[in-house]
């Protein structure tokens, strides 16, 4: 059986690949693609949240590090379509803030999902617009 970990970013994974302006979803977060705008979908930082002697919240968190390539649309362009492809993944998971459908491992459910734009810059050495979408998913751990 998966993990939380990998139970969760599979989910991820998913429901980008849905996404049909998106050309490639990967789980690598090296950014050489075979088609653009791609994603790729790593663990970020976890924190944890002791709430009694029973139960236990946990947030896992997420980047889904979006690319947008420059070199046949120009910056301008670029950027215009990086922001509306942000906006179409914020609203994947604002649509769906409980992973419908995620088989969690026992004693594991999942609250909810928040999804937050943070970084956003050109990639070093290459033609690439980025930028990083962090999903906070609170997950209740049951310790019984």
């Known amino acids: 059986m998966a993990e939380t970990f990998e139970t969760l970013r599979d989910a991820i994974v998913t429901r980008l690949q849905t996404i049909t302006q998106i050309q490639q979803v990967q789980t690598d977060p090296d950014p050489n693609f075979t088609g653009y705008p791609a994603a790729t979908v790593y663990p970020s930082n976890q924190e944890s949240d002791y709430q ?15 690319f947008y390539e420059t070199a046949s649309t120009g910056v301008g362009d670029a950027l215009t379509a990086l922001y509306e492809l942000v906006d179409l993944i914020l609203d994947k998971f604002d649509q769906d803030p409980t992973l419908t459908g995620t088989t969690m491992p026992t004693g594991k459910t999942i609250l909810d999902i928040t999804p937050v734009p943070s970084q956003w810059g050109q990639v070093p050495d290459k033609e690439l617009l980025k930028t990083d979408i ?9 310790m019984q």
Do not use: P
């Open 52 to 66: 009694n002697t029973e139960q236990n919240e946990r947030v896992y968190a997420f980047i889904v590090a979006v």
């Open 134 to 142: 962090v999903l906070r998913i609170r997950v209740s751990a049951d």
